[in-house]
């Protein structure tokens, strides 16, 4: 049967995550289940509040619609989220596997850093004379940022050296806190190391960079080392002298033990270790493994075509921004991104989903904490939705349906790609990309995310201007700048179609009366009990105005004479429900008078020509009322002439 099979891992890992996917494709073709991948890209930052956001994907995951999930520990930045997911999937009885991290309780698979850590020291001391070694690590109680620098004194010892504490510091493995390391190194003015020993490639190359910078060259002045062997840091100049961790081989030991623990062959808690291997490169002064040369002339090709397609896709996202700069509403924004996402979609791939809270850009005034709830998607719905290049709509989404119309298909395989849209730590909605896209391919999925993330933030910004110019604060109807912007519209639309208009002019009775006798807290109350009484009873399409203080106007597309008087007895009848329950120590009511328009017989009429026998019609009902009231004791107060 075909099965599911839930990975988490990070961006800012992306070969060696690659590396692992193919690894679990390969053993995926044999049988049979689709990857979910879910991606984030939290670091270890100070910007704390943007990393919860990033880290809020994997709270997606209801492990009981899995049949396995990987969780590459070491990888997320996160050592409480990974524990956490491990444990919700354990909790569910869903076979779990941890990649690096051992976990109590957990199956795990780690890539032993011994061999190739050894390996690279050994050579370094062996091969190139070097005695004092500089070593900077990741984080200091990072899994792996421990074990290679264990690795690197153990071999150090062994050669009859040490590496004094003053030589260990850490870059938080990014290339900002390497340099900042490297400056103030150079700037003691204490002398250089022989080599410089990092724990990942990325710190390596920043190394290199940093000290270049400051006029000293690797390998000619200083050797430089990595950790990943990454594919930047093979085509970088010089090319690293790094440790191969074999993620292929490493993610299909965890499909093993997923697969044993699944047809119940795994009754313990195994601990498989795969051997690092040392991959030499210039870095350290050695000609290297390969023909890095070689390597470097078809990745400056290949820069060619990928610099080509990035002007591309910063193009797309240009016109992207342009279109949704402009958007008067969130139907015409799903319209417009459909549109486009039609039409451009070369580098998201055939499968390509943007799903979204609904209260995110219905209604924009809401704040934006507790959209996402913790993983609760019971209110979201497709932004869009490309299925084999084409848009579709309307397709399910739940807790437990994440990707929208998901259905298991036996014999066909993919892969899905999961990332989050959030602002800060307020998460609205996430990605889907299908079976390894361009994006992915060519890790540009970062710039891809913050750029698109950026374009629907302006989106709901500007939406939300608009609605503070559109919209009265109190009643949050349109006033008259929104009555200019969406009810004339619609009245020309109609005289187009043929089609009939009713406009209702609505006006509280004694509106004076309530603020004189029980103070203006109580007539807004009045007003707001009138406008929950108007939304009660009119449609969606259907525009309603604060014309006035205590006046509203109701424009109501494809409305005749029937449909009319219904609207109107329901907003009386709400009105004569709250005034029963005697909540309040006056009665609210209103006049209404109503007019729908002909456009066949009247062609010519103006929109404002049926407002003013609207309100015509409403003066008379108001004042036959006003008649029959004050003849007799208003609730509260002595009868009082209405001003």
């Not at 209604?363 to 998607?377: A, F, L, P, Q």
């Not at 066949?600 to 049926?610: H, M, S, V, W």
Request: aromatic share 10%; with cysteine; glycine share 6%.
């Amino acid at each position: 049967m075909k099965k599911k099979i839930a990975v988490c891992g990070n961006g800012w890992n992306m070969d060696s995550l690659l590396a692992a996917l193919k690894g679990i494709e390969e053993y995926a073709s044999k049988e049979d289940f689709d990857v979910f991948v879910f991606i984030s890209f939290a670091s270890y930052s100070d910007q704390h509040r943007l990393v919860e956001g990033e880290l809020h994907i994997y709270e997606l995951i209801a492990p009981d619609d899995y049949d396995g999930v990987i969780v590459f520990s070491t990888a997320l930045n996160s050592p409480e989220t990974a524990v956490s997911i491990c444990q919700k999937a354990k909790a569910k009885n869903v076979p779990v596997v941890s990649v690096g991290m051992e976990i109590d309780g957990i199956p795990s698979v780690s890539c032993s850093n011994d061999e190739g850590m050894r390996e690279l020291v050994d050579h370094l001391i062996e091969h190139h004379g070097v005695k004092n070694v500089f070593f900077i690590g990741g984080t200091p109680d990072h899994v792996d940022s421990i074990a290679r620098l264990r690795v690197t004194k153990e071999s150090l010892e062994a050669h009859g050296l040490s590496l004094p504490e003053e030589n260990i510091a850490y870059g938080r493995w990014t290339n900002r806190h390497t340099i900042k390391l490297i400056d103030n190194l150079v700037d003691s003015g204490k002398p250089m190391p022989d080599a410089f020993i990092c724990a990942n490639d990325i710190m390596a190359m920043a190394a290199c960079t940093g000290l270049e910078d400051r006029g000293i060259l690797a390998p000619q002045d200083i050797i430089v080392t990595g950790f990943d062997s990454s594919r930047e840091g093979k085509s970088f100049y010089p090319a690293l002298s790094s440790v191969e961790q074999n993620y292929k081989n490493i993610a299909e030991k965890a499909c093993e033990i997923i697969f044993r623990q699944i047809r119940g062959e795994e009754t313990g808690v195994p601990r498989e270790l795969v051997k690092s291997t040392f991959s030499c490169g210039e870095s350290c002064g050695c000609k290297g493994e390969i023909d890095y040369e070689a390597a470097r002339i078809l990745y400056c090709r290949h820069s060619y075509r990928r610099n080509i397609d990035a002007k591309l896709l910063e193009q797309n996202e240009r016109v992207m921004r342009a279109y949704l700069t402009d958007m008067p509403s969130y139907s015409v924004l799903k319209d417009t991104v459909s549109e486009h996402y039609t039409l451009n979609h070369q580098f998201e791939g055939e499968g390509f989903y943007i799903c979204v809270s609904k209260d995110y850009f219905r209604d924009v005034m809401t704040s934006e904490e507790g959209i996402w709830n913790h993983g609760n998607i019971a209110g979201m719905e497709e932004l869009i939705c490309l299925v084999n290049g084409k848009v579709v709509r309307g397709l399910p989404i739940s807790p437990h349906m994440i990707v929208p119309g998901y259905e298991k298909k036996e014999g066909e395989h993919h892969v899905y790609f999961f990332m989050p849209m959030h602002y800060f730590e307020n998460n609205y909605g996430y990605v889907v990309l299908m079976d390894f896209p361009y994006l992915i391919q060519e890790d540009m999925l970062y710039p891809y995310m913050e750029k698109l993330q950026q374009s629907i933030r302006l989106m709901r910004t500007n939406l939300r201007l608009k609605t503070l110019y559109d919209k009265d604060q109190m009643t949050g109807l349109y006033n008259r700048f929104g009555y200019e912007a969406k009810a004339l519209p619609l009245y020309e639309e109609s005289l187009k179609d043929h089609s009939q208009v009713t406009v209702m002019f609505v006006d509280i009775n004694y509106m004076k009366r309530i603020n004189d006798v029980h103070g203006h807290l109580h007539g807004d109350n009045a007003i707001r009990t009138v406008v929950a009484a108007i939304n009660e009873n009119v449609s969606e399409n259907t525009i309603a105005v604060r014309f006035g203080g205590d006046e509203f106007l109701i424009i109501a597309p494809d409305c005749d004479k029937a449909k009319a008087s219904g609207m109107k007895e329901g907003i009386l009848g709400y009105l004569e429900k709250v005034n029963g329950e005697k909540v309040n120590p006056y009665d609210i009511s209103v006049s209404i008078g109503y007019v729908v328009s002909d456009p066949d017989t009247r062609p010519t009429a103006t929109l404002q020509d049926y407002i003013r026998e609207a309100d015509k019609e409403m003066y008379e009902i108001k004042k036959e009322m006003h008649m029959r009231i004050d003849r007799r004791k208003p609730r509260g107060e002595e009868a009082k002439k209405e001003d």
